[in-house]
């Protein structure tokens, strides 16, 4: 874990040997002597209100683990919020959504199969919620409420079907923060992405049918945005 401000930091440093610049570094002034006007675009991840800050502030892009376009658009928002306050609104920003993909049609399975996502976020906005609380004022409800059941997380099961950390998630839940269902489904919520501002989505595939729904993203979904 680190502070907000050693991201920062962390941003500056990287940025700047990318460049090809001298950059100090825990007191040292450090550089990569090969480097000759390079560029490296440095993306953020981060829910809270001042990581998003900082996202939009310092950062090229935010990558927001949520595939729910309401959730992803009042992050995107408030990120690009904090970009026109420090006048870099006029640089490219870009916006990745990321969650699980399952393509089939056995919806209940298909939950079942991801509901560990839910829990691994709620690990996240249990933090959040220590910090900012979950009136409403700070945090979106939509992303709080759901985490009234959660009794604590067990690293052991992270990322994995099965995971009885996430017993607590509801099912609604999944289906927002995930995308499930048959491959208009996906087309029809990537779409909803796009318009809460995503350009990029990532998709994890921690399930038992990666291979199938990798297939169905490369024959039938991607090509349905090419061009568009």
């Not at 680190?2 to 450090?30: C, K, M, P």
């Amino acid at each position: 874990p680190a502070t907000l401000a050693r991201l920062e930091e962390a941003i500056g440093v990287i940025r700047g040997l990318a460049s090809g610049d001298e950059v100090i570094y825990d007191g040292a002034t450090v550089s990569i002597p090969w480097v000759r006007g390079g560029r490296l675009p440095v993306w953020v991840a981060g829910y809270g209100p001042k990581a998003l800050e900082v996202a939009g502030r310092v950062g090229d892009g935010l990558i927001i683990q949520l595939g729910d376009p309401l959730l992803v658009g009042w992050a995107a928002e408030a990120a690009r919020a904090a970009r026109t306050a420090s006048h870099r609104e006029s640089d490219e920003f870009t916006v990745c959504s990321v969650a699980p993909a399952y393509v089939g049609n056995d919806l209940s399975h298909q939950r079942d199969q991801v509901r560990w996502f839910g829990g691994m976020v709620g690990n996240h906005v249990a933090d959040l919620v220590a910090r900012y609380g979950s009136d409403g004022s700070a945090l979106p409800q939509a992303l709080t409420n759901y985490i009234a059941g959660r009794k604590g997380y067990d690293y052991r099961h992270h990322g994995r079907a099965g995971n009885p950390s996430a017993d607590f998630v509801p099912d609604d839940v999944i289906d927002r923060f995930c995308l499930l269902g048959d491959v208009g489904a996906h087309r029809s919520r990537l779409e909803e992405l796009v318009d809460a501002g995503v350009s990029h989505f990532g998709v994890y595939l921690m399930h038992d049918n990666q291979e199938e729904t990798l297939k169905a993203y490369g024959d039938k979904i991607i090509p349905h945005f090419v061009g568009a």
